[in-house]
């Protein structure tokens, strides 16, 4: 088992290691220079060198990147520029909030999807066993992007059932867990369920 995980980690790495370079290159596609940011207004022209030269903005991207990757696989994952507070700080201080809302939205996504799929085993070819195909068929498709600010746009703005934002109380959890736990609900098929739904037919 240990080994196993083991694989399957070895394997996540190439992607890991693909998508921080991704992720590296958009943010400075990105319009704006965060050395503005940093500069007091009527900074000179010196300054500014000196600055980036600091933080190896002047370096070629490539060479930027592996300084960052070299940083952060040693523990240094740099300072906010904007909040000007340690990155690490910052993850360490959201990282419960993280951790409550992936958990609860494995765990919905785990019970919905194993007991729709017992239901769709139970009632097949039924109007039933129809919605929950459908179901499972938004939850894969639907950007959870998109289906978020739908659930915003309803059941935030419109109804005020729920928080826009924040993580205040409980139901500040509920939009982003319903979000992100239907594109979890087709990953939960009920396996066990056509065994022993079938199993009156078998006997009788």
Avoid: C
């Amino acid at each position: 088992m240990v080994g196993y995980f083991l694989k399957r980690f070895a394997l996540l790495l190439p992607v890991f290691l693909a998508m921080s370079m991704v992720i590296f290159a958009i943010v400075h596609l990105v319009p704006g220079d965060p050395i503005d940011h940093m500069l007091q207004i009527g900074s000179s022209a010196e300054r500014r060198g000196e600055l980036m030269a600091q933080l190896g903005f002047d370096k070629p991207l490539a060479v930027q990147y592996f300084l960052w990757l070299g940083r952060i696989l040693s523990g240094d994952f740099g300072t906010a520029l904007i909040l000007k507070q340690p990155v690490l700080d910052l993850i360490l201080q959201n990282l419960p909030y993280s951790l409550a809302l992936g958990g609860l939205s494995l765990a919905v996504a785990m019970i919905v999807g194993v007991s729709t799929g017992a239901l769709a085993a139970i009632f097949r070819d039924t109007w039933l066993d129809r919605a929950v195909m459908t179901l499972i068929l938004l939850g894969a498709t639907v950007p959870a992007f998109w289906l978020g600010l739908l659930m915003i746009l309803a059941f935030a703005v419109q109804l005020e059932w729920f928080p826009v934002s924040g993580a205040r109380s409980w139901e500040s959890l509920v939009l982003p867990v319903a979000t992100i736990s239907l594109g979890g609900v087709a990953w939960w098929p009920a396996s066990p369920a056509p065994r022993w739904a079938t199993l009156p037919a078998k006997i009788s």
